[in-house]
């Protein structure tokens, strides 16, 4: 069907808040149209979890972990239209990769703390075995870093979440490094203000926005 009508629909159960339509909000964050893969439901599928609540969190957490079967199935059929549309940025890509993006998203925008363990361990995923790798995990660590940056933290946890997102500093490139400085800026963390002070004052000639970022930050 015109996949507007997907849409559609999915616009509708966001409305609702219903638990019982999660199965289908989840299958809605990974649906495309298979004429024009870059148009997706991902959107309005995360906005009807969030308002579901929390019986949402648990059937995010297994999507997250790669358990989700029908998930990894769509994901795979994207993967596989992305690649019949751009080869070079399907190499860049793996199903993993795809499902990760859209949950840690979602799981940010829901806010609640049962999420945070496996955000913070989505931002040590690490596989340098070559240039794909690196990117993907690469991809996966900022989708960690800005989803754990949402959530609703206990003041315990304050400190290991900083090292998590710091962590993902560390290992980015410059320009992945800025959207990590925005998403400490969501942290409200006074622990991290040393750390962007001395940022904002670092000589920076290639990309100075890292400056700029860093002290809007502070």
Known sequence: QNFLINILAFEQLAKIHAPASVPALLKGLYLFDTKAP?????DVAALGLVGVGPAALP????????????????????LGAVRTANPQA???MDVRMITAADATYTLGELGLPGALDALIAET??????NEATKA????????????????HRREADTARV?????SVYDKADKQTRM???????HLMDPGLQPFL???????????????VIALNAF
């Open 162 to 166: 900083r090292t998590a997102i710091r």
């Open 38 to 42: 870059q148009r997706r439901s991902n």
């Open 124 to 129: 040590a995923v690490v596989d340098d075995t």
């Open 90 to 92: 399907a190499a860049m």
């Open 179 to 185: 959207q990590v400085l925005r998403a400490m800026q």
């Open 197 to 211: 002070l001395e940022v904002a004052k670092a000589p920076e000639e290639e990309l100075p926005d890292i400056r």
């Open 59 to 78: 059937p995010l957490l297994e999507t997250l972990a790669g358990t989700n079967a029908d998930a990894n199935a769509i994901a795979e059929q994207y």
């Open 136 to 151: 993907i995990s690469g991809a996966r660590r900022l989708g960690g870093a800005i989803g754990l940056a949402r959530i």
